[in-house]
């Protein structure tokens, strides 16, 4: 398997970024590993933030212990600023991931046909 296609795989199914890294790409790993990272810690915290929310709620008894109401609650879409911000840290979370495999693709298929022209 050639040096291309491992950096793409492990950009595809580890974390953008990775492939980068197995090709000694750090800075360019790092930008899409920390973009990547800031967006998925966007998603997942208020992700946590709305369970609480509908935990509270259950708790204080405004919401009967139902799986309906439940699902209601959860079903029910971010609006306002929330929603945009959800929307741009998706954003930047999927195409971080497709850059990451795309360009370490291109930079692995780079480096091999410098070693095979210098080798």
């Not at 930008?31 to 933030?49: C, D, G, H, N, Q």
């Not at 929330?82 to 990451?100: C, K, P």
């Amino acid at each position: 398997m050639s040096k291309a296609i491992k950096a793409a795989l492990l950009s595809a199914f580890v974390f953008p970024g990775t492939g980068h890294f197995f090709l000694k790409k750090h800075v360019v790993g790092s930008l899409l590993a920390v973009a990547a990272l800031a967006s998925l810690y966007l998603v997942i915290s208020r992700m946590v933030e709305r369970a609480l929310l509908i935990a509270e709620k259950i708790q204080l008894g405004e919401v009967q212990l139902d799986v309906a109401a439940i699902a209601e609650l959860i079903s029910k879409q971010p609006t306002g600023t929330d929603a945009q911000l959800l929307n741009i840290a998706w954003a930047v979370l999927i195409i971080s991931w497709l850059i990451g495999i795309v360009d370490s693709y291109r930079v692995g298929r780079m480096q091999g046909k410098s070693r095979v022209a210098g080798g």
